[in-house]
Nanobody, 123 residues
Framework: QVEVVESGGGSVQPGDSLTLSCVSSGSIRKVYGQHWYRQPPEKERELVAQITGEGDIKYADSVKGRFTVSRDNTQKTVYLQMNHLTFEDTAVYYC?????????????????WGQGTQVTVSS
C-alpha cells in the first residue's frame, strides 16, 4: 500500500553539490517523519538527518552546516540538499518514511524504506 522511492544520486567531485529526493506514495493517512540514512562501503548504516511530522530537524554532526533537509507541503516528498561533498560522503543513501496508511478495510503504521541511491564522491 505504500512505496518509498529515492532518487538524485550520482558521481561528483569533492566540493560539488547534490540533491536527493524521497517520494512516498500510496494510501497514506499521516506522515510522522522521514529519515535519511547512509551506508558507506564496508561500514554500518548511519543516520544523516531526520525531520518529524511537525518539522523538527536533526542532523548528524558530520553533515551539519553542509546538508539541509526540506519537505513539500504534502509531506510526501522530502529532499536532502548536500553541499561541499567530501570523499567521506560516499555511500548508499536511504530514505525511511514513518507513516500510517489506510484502505477501506485495513490500516497500519510502519517505517517504509526505499531501495537506496548511490552517491560517489571522487576526483
Amino acid at each position: 500500500q505504500v512505496e518509498v522511492v529515492e532518487s538524485g544520486g550520482g558521481s561528483v567531485q569533492p566540493g560539488d553539490s547534490l540533491t536527493l529526493s524521497c517520494v512516498s506514495s500510496g494510501s497514506i493517512r499521516k506522515v510522522y517523519g522521514q529519515h535519511w540514512y547512509r551506508q558507506p562501503p564496508e561500514k554500518e548504516r548511519e543516520l544523516v538527518a531526520q525531520i518529524t511530522g511537525e518539522g523538527d530537524i536533526k542532523y548528524a554532526d558530520s553533515v551539519k552546516g553542509r546538508f539541509t533537509v526540506s519537505r513539500d507541503n504534502t509531506q510526501k516528498t522530502v529532499y536532502l540538499q548536500m553541499n561541499h561533498l567530501t570523499f567521506e560522503d560516499t555511500a548508499v543513501y536511504y530514505c525511511g518514511a514513518d507513516l500510517s496508511w489506510t484502505t477501506a478495510s485495513a490500516g497500519g503504521r510502519d517505517v517504509y524504506w526505499g531501495q537506496g541511491t548511490q552517491v560517489t564522491v571522487s576526483s
